[in-house]
């Protein structure tokens, strides 16, 4: 278990996470622009007079994106609650044209109920972390500061599209009943598995680097053993899995300097200040925003059916976690190996591709992909991405390529050495498949018994001296005579048959 060593003893960390992640679709939320907001795409240009908010305008909700929602609280094994409302969430900022956000409210039941995500616990043991819910709401727009000397300007493009809002749970009445985030690496594992979930099923590219995902988080301290839970804070809008785990550890270790010196934790919204790693109050409890919530006029109740749940469910992928099992219990992988040829969907289906129908395969080829093409990410193409490359630009290496070069080394055409050198070769930007890159470079193994056999001779009445002393007992000159055959052979000899023949010669 995770805890911090405090001048008084030992404490527990209690982590939340509010997860926001924005959800794929061709259009918005409550209108009919398109939801393609990314920097290439001209500032406000993908907006409907609902996106800005003009007098008379009623929003209408999307199907596409409540099966998107649906289809995720499945992937949680979550609860899917047939009838939800939207309301008004109350605020005033230049990026929400209405004066409001619609959202659901946290009072009622949302889309998606109480469901649970698998992570790997800190004991290296399975565990179950609570998910209270994941409601759907609008994404505001975005400002700009920097466009001007003193003028600030709002891109309307991002305003609703819809973002899915997925909150941990916290039993605090019955904490004996917990599975909860209890440390920084969990938090980020948790985190990662939400994101692998999201872009498994197409709801979401969940990159916290261009904004698609982000994360509000929620910590507390308490005595290890203690079932009474410490005043949480929140450190809002995160973006990357480092700052979450840094504001975690800070913040932790804040509190419980605060309640050891006799002081007291107050409920705060937290800033993180990524220069330094600290977290500062960003606004009190007491200055906390009312955003007066009431229900919605313009939207009718979501009722969902039993029919659109399960059409929904036939259209799900394998999850990764199924992929998991499937690559331990199928192609006999450790369960490192396994989950890095999960992290994401793309990578699974390059591995897929690549084993093809020939199971015997997996290993050799997660062994290359993990040792070698992941050090490679520029030239390795999980998406299987078409398009006009530079001629300078270094080649992308295909699923189909490291199959060919693993059933080379299977069938003894080359050896280890040879495969690593036709790597290289297709990393540096050689044209041609393996197979026509060793025939250009004329390297194919020596499978010849015979030819090997004589070099192998050559090389015995080059060196008697070595060769009575081997026979004498220094057997470690057994290298120096491997190494002297694939020299003659200018390393095309198959080193298998090699060790074979010396050790029949040598005696």
């Known amino acids: 278990m995770y805890t911090i060593k405090g001048k008084t003893g030992d404490w527990e960390v209690v982590i939340g996470l509010e997860t926001h992640i924005e959800v794929l679709s061709n259009s918005k939320i409550f209108s009919g622009a398109s939801a393609n907001y990314n920097p290439s795409v001209a500032p406000n240009t993908q907006v409907s007079m609902v996106d800005a908010a003009m007098p008379g305008m009623l929003p209408v909700l999307n199907e596409y994106c409540v099966d998107q929602a649906i289809k995720f609280g499945l992937g ?98 019955n904490p004996e009943n917990n599975s909860y985030i209890t440390s920084p690496d969990e938090a980020e594992r948790y985190l990662r598995a939400i994101r692998e979930l999201a872009r498994a099923l197409g709801v979401s590219k969940a990159n916290m680097e261009e904004g698609s995902m982000r994360a509000d988080v929620n910590v507390s301290v308490k005595r290890v053993g203690s079932n009474t839970f410490g005043t949480r804070t929140e450190t809002k809008n995160m973006v990357s899995f480092k700052f979450i785990k840094t504001a975690i550890e800070y913040e932790a270790r804040r509190q419980i300097e605060i309640l050891e010196n006799g002081g007291t934790v107050s409920q705060d919204t937290m800033r993180y200040n990524q220069g330094d790693g600290t977290t500062s109050v960003l606004r009190s409890k007491e200055d906390a925003l009312d955003y007066r919530y009431f229900p919605d006029p313009d939207l009718l109740p979501l009722v969902i059916t ?15 976690a199924a992929t998991r099992t499937r690559y331990i219990e199928k192609f006999g992988l450790p369960e490192y190996d396994a989950a890095r040829l999960t992290e994401t969907v793309d990578i699974s289906r390059w591995f897929d591709t690549a084993v093809g129908n020939k199971p015997e395969r997996a290993k050799a080829i997660a062994n290359w992909m993990i040792s070698e093409l992941f ?133």
Do not use: C
């Open 76 to 173: 949680i094994n979550a609860e899917i609650s047939r009838v939800s409302r939207f309301a008004r969430k109350q605020y005033f900022y230049p990026d929400l044209p209405q004066g409001y956000q619609i959202s659901q409210p946290a009072e009622e039941p949302p889309v998606v109920g109480r469901g649970w995500i698998e992570i790997l616990g800190d004991d290296g043991n399975p565990k179950k972390i609570l998910i209270e819910r994941a409601h759907m709401e609008q994404d505001a727009a975005k400002n700009k500061h920097d466009m001007h000397p003193s003028k600030s300007f709002v891109d309307l493009n991002r305003s609703g599209v819809m973002l899915l809002e997925i909150v941990t749970f916290l039993d605090t009445k």
């Open 306 to 320: 039993d029919e659109q749940i399960e059409r929904v469910r036939r259209t799900m992928p394998e999850l990764p």
């Open 375 to 507: 050090a490679h990410p520029e030239n390795f193409d999980i998406t299987n991405e078409v398009r006009e490359r530079p001629a300078d630009e270094p080649r992308i290496i295909t699923p189909e390529n490291l199959a060919e070069l693993v059933d080379m080394i299977s069938a003894n055409e080359i050896n280890g050495k040879q495969a690593k050198e036709i790597f290289i070769k297709m990393l540096d930007g050689e044209t041609g498949t393996p197979k026509e890159i060793a025939d250009k470079f004329g390297m194919k193994q020596m499978t010849d018994v015979s030819a090997i056999e004589k070099v192998i001779d050559d090389v015995i009445a080059a060196n008697p001296s070595q060769v009575e002393q081997y026979k004498s007992g220094k057997v470690g000159l057994f290298g120096f005579f491997v190494g002297s055959v694939m020299k003659a052979t200018g390393g095309k000899a198959n080193p298998a048959t090699v060790n074979e023949i010396l050790k029949k010669k040598l005696g």
